[in-house]
């Protein structure tokens, strides 16, 4: 993180959304697990105000937005991820902030999840090994709420195993919050810093509210293989879709740090053609061999998306 004067964002009250994905409770404590949170999952709002927010550099950007760190009142080390579009826009094929936020808000529960299921704690996560089609993914992401994991471990579906997923390192979100315009482009200023430096996309507009994701500050360092291969396989046991792998979209020794690297099982571009477990082939992380489902099972199963 590039050390630059901190810079306080101003005491100003943004209009409240009014969006499904997102919750207006502050994120104290854990959320409920209830598998309806999974199917319609809602992020909880960054318990602090943004006005608290120290800023003390520009750490990346991207197609969606640009990331900058912080430092929160509690003196804690953020990655505050800001998103250009604060509304879908047509020419995209999804709303990056709500992937997001759907995302993060469904990893906070599976994260929690594979704490309590621990080697310890006797209460191991049973999920099908190697999933290949919708129904599948969804078994498996059924497995890390509160309803299917005790209803697993009682009675296990037939080739199901028993995982244990408690060393994993998934990037902690702490929610999400909104930015003032006006101070994000001040802010820029000051560090000599354009948009247009860094990506093809609109200036930050100074009339305007932007989105923001606040997440644990995950240290840089040479990403290694094995630790991102298992990472990988984690996200694909676990039903979500992959997108090519992207090396800036992770940081420490393999934390994925951009979660619209991921799709849901229940959204729309969901594929079972690219729904497999990775490999790393020819210096490249890429899908390994895995069975395909008919033409007959993709079709008895496009209804699972909605269930």
């Not at 969804?138 to 471990?153: D, G």
């Not at 994925?256 to 594929?271: G, I, Y």
Request: net charge neutral.
């Amino acid at each position: 993180m590039a050390q630059q004067p901190d810079v306080l964002l101003p005491n100003t009250v943004p209009p409240t959304p009014d969006l499904p994905f997102l919750s207006q409770e502050p994120r104290n404590g854990e959320p409920s697990c209830a598998w309806e949170n999974f199917k319609r999952p809602r992020l909880r709002k960054f318990p602090q105000a943004a006005s608290t927010l120290q800023f003390q550099g520009f750490i990346g950007a991207g197609v969606d937005g640009l990331v900058l760190g912080a430092k929160t009142g509690d003196n804690a080390a953020v990655a505050v991820k800001i998103f250009y579009y604060s509304k879908p826009c047509n020419d995209h094929r999804y709303w990056a902030f709500q992937r997001e936020c759907c995302n993060s808000a469904v990893l906070e529960m599976i994260r929690i999840a594979t704490q309590r299921s621990g080697a310890d704690s006797g209460a191991p996560l049973y999920l099908l090994p190697t999933p290949r089609r919708i129904t599948d993914a969804v078994r498996n992401l059924r497995a890390f709420s509160t309803e299917y994991s005790h209803k697993y471990r009682a009675n296990p579906p037939p080739n199901f195993e028993p995982f244990d997923y408690s060393h994993l390192q998934l990037n902690e979100c702490l929610g999400w919050t909104q930015l003032d315009g006006g101070a994000v482009r001040s802010l820029l200023h000051g560090w000599r810093l354009g948009i247009s430096e860094f990506c093809s996309t609109p200036a930050v507009d100074a009339a305007s509210w932007y989105f923001a994701i606040v997440y644990r500050f995950v240290p840089d360092a040479l990403l290694e293989d094995s630790v991102v291969l298992s990472h990988m396989n984690f996200f694909y046991r676990a039903g979500f879709d992959p997108v090519p792998f992207k090396a800036d979209n992770w940081r420490g020794p393999g934390i994925l740090v951009d979660l619209s690297d991921l799709v849901l099982p229940f959204e729309s571009d969901w594929q079972e053609c690219i729904y497999g477990p990775m490999v790393k082939r020819d210096g490249r992380f890429t899908l390994g061999q895995a069975n395909r489902p008919s033409k007959r099972e993709t079709e008895k199963d496009a209804a699972t998306r909605h269930a």
